[in-house]
């Protein structure tokens, strides 16, 4: 298609700025980013859609517009939701570069865009090819009723004699075609192969699709993406589409059908993302209730709430898990708790079920850097707390199953650290239980490797026991370690208590809590050193450590 046509839907929500004698340009697909340099990702022909992330200053528009056009995109549509209007340097700077530049009304999503484009494309190709995309996308519109991804990969293989799996970061199959006579699924082990080489591929730059062997067939792998400032953010929940073939062997044309499938696939990842906001208004609602110590009866209610959204369709309240993770890159320049959120939903659902449908029963909130998950679990006998406990999650099976293929993704700088606790069935249990899973998270974190679990079952039993403390104890013990620091705070402002709450929650590491604080190194020293002052404790000691941190937990 060529770009004056985009001009012509009046939906799509598009106004052009300039460039008004380039509109000739062909359309090749559509490309989202919000990186400062998109190149590595770019194969010309793209209209390149952008929320302006990356602008921070005028001077950036002339870099991004050069690469851009260096790259022989299309043109660039740029959204008005970040900034409003779209800024003048960037006008002048698509003018100079003779690069169309569009804006995008704030109340079009991308989303939007991106299908109508893969459509238009799509349908402009000769003989099989078109046909298929087509109907792809009637498939892909159609709604639950269409089949979704699953339908979309078995037209694959009927009509281009092509086997292809949907995979989430992990290895777990969300859809897959399949030939006549052959089955539709992917042996565990090799599905987690294909996701671990496709994250380390990701992660060394390296564009897709990405062609690997494995029991004696090729395959080739090509990134589902969303929108992301940085691939950071979403590369560690991304989908995979596997397909078994060697697609350096394939034409230009084939390669341009598959990128327009990937992004039809994302279009109904978008819509399942979605409808994951009720899940996680849900969880954010409990962890609070359950961080500020409200009443049990209170967060029972939630709960009755919460049952039958999470599981559909059975009547019995469930007992709940608690699961706590943590995602850390080097530097910390990237959110962790986001990231740990996407990657809890996607990862927290049994490798062999099949589908998109179980990970609906996973709620995930996030707070500051880490991501909780409440993990409901149906009742395996009526009240019996022990047989009910022998479901759920375990942390070293856990491990198992994502240790390989996100550890792929995680090499070179970033880290991923979890804790589970054991299953409870009542509202009461909760609050020990979201401190038995953070617990669990630290003594994971104490180890050494890139993923790293521990469950409940490897905590020491004072942690066990914390919830039950009487109140006139925890009041005694917090007040002679925290009073006189928040006393200090309150008179200077210093911010004692959260630099001690910072320190013990990065083991003790300078580097990493001063990153967190976003302080100099010889500021926290001279803070740790003020808290061992007014307390008379040596932060260097175990023992005096573990009281402070019995202390926050208690106060």
């Known amino acids: 298609m060529r770009l004056r046509a985009l001009l012509d839907t ?90 169309p530049l569009f804006s995008v009304d704030e109340t079009v999503s991308f989303a939007s865009i991106t299908e109508h484009v893969v459509r238009q494309v799509s349908s402009e190709r000769a003989g099989d090819l078109a046909a298929v995309v087509d109907r792809h996308r009637r498939m892909m519109t159609s709604g639950p009723a269409g089949g979704g991804p699953e339908v979309v990969l078995d037209l694959l293989g009927s009509d281009l004699d092509l086997r292809a799996w949907v995979l989430s970061p992990i290895g777990r199959q969300i859809a897959g075609s399949s030939l006549a006579g052959a089955g539709p699924e992917l042996p565990a082990e090799l599905a987690a192969r294909l996701a671990g080489e496709h994250l380390a591929a990701a992660r060394s730059g390296r564009r897709g699709p990405h062609r690997i062997g494995l029991a004696g067939a090729t395959y080739s792998l090509f990134p589902i993406r969303y929108e992301s400032r940085d691939l950071r953010q979403t590369l560690l929940s991304d989908w995979l589409l596997a397909v078994e073939a060697d697609a350096g062997d394939w034409s230009e044309e084939r390669l341009d059908l598959l990128h327009g ?231 200077h402002r210093a911010e004692l208590i959260p630099t001690l709450e910072a320190f013990l929650d990065c083991d003790g590491s300078w580097t990493r809590c001063a990153t967190r604080l976003h302080l100099h190194v010889n500021t926290l020293r001279y803070r740790v050193g003020r808290i061992e002052q007014l307390t008379g404790r040596d932060l260097a000691r175990l023992e005096d450590k573990l009281d402070f941190f019995l202390a926050l937990r208690m106060s």
């Open 261 to 491: 499938v990937t992004q039809l696939i994302a279009v109904e990842r978008d819509r399942r993302d979605a409808a994951r906001t009720v899940r996680r208004r849900l969880a954010q609602e409990v962890l609070e209730l359950v961080q500020t110590g409200a009443p049990p009866a209170e967060i029972a209610a939630r709960l009755r709430v919460a049952a039958p959204v999470l599981l559909p369709g059975l009547g019995a309240a469930p007992h709940w898990q608690i699961v706590v993770a943590r995602v850390e890159w080097e530097g910390g320049d990237v959110p962790g708790g986001p990231v740990a959120q996407s990657l809890l939903e996607e990862v927290l659902v049994d490798p062999g079920t099949f589908g998109p449908e179980p990970s609906d029963r996973i709620a995930v909130a996030h707070t500051g850097d880490e991501a909780v998950a409440l993990v409901p679990l149906p009742a395996v006998a009526e009240d019996s707390t022990e047989a009910a406990s022998t479901d759920g999650l375990h942390a070293d099976h856990l491990l198992r199953v994502i240790q390989e293929p996100l550890g792929r993704g995680l090499d070179g700088d970033g880290r991923l650290t979890i804790g589970v606790s054991a299953s409870v069935h009542s509202a009461e249990g909760l609050r020990g239980a979201l401190e038995e899973a953070r617990h669990a998270r630290r003594v994971a974190a104490a180890r050494p490797g890139r993923v790293c679990a521990a469950g409940h079952e490897e905590l020491a039993s004072h942690v066990l026991l914390l919830p039950f403390v009487p109140d006139d104890v925890r009041r005694a013990f917090t007040a002679r370690l925290l009073d006189p620091l928040r006393d200090y705070d309150r008179r």
């Open 10 to 99: 009046h939906s799509l929500g598009l106004q052009l700025l300039g460039g008004e004698d380039e509109l000739d340009r062909t359309v090749r697909g559509v490309m989202t980013t919000d990186l400062r340099d998109p190149s590595r990702y770019l194969s010309g022909g793209e209209l390149v859609l952008t929320g302006l992330a990356w602008r921070r200053e005028a001077e950036d528009s002339e870099r991004f517009v050069r690469i851009l056009a260096g790259a022989g995109v299309a043109g660039l549509a740029a959204g008005e939701a970040e900034l409003g209007a779209i800024p003048d340097d960037l006008v002048r700077a698509c003018t100079r570069h003779r690069l």
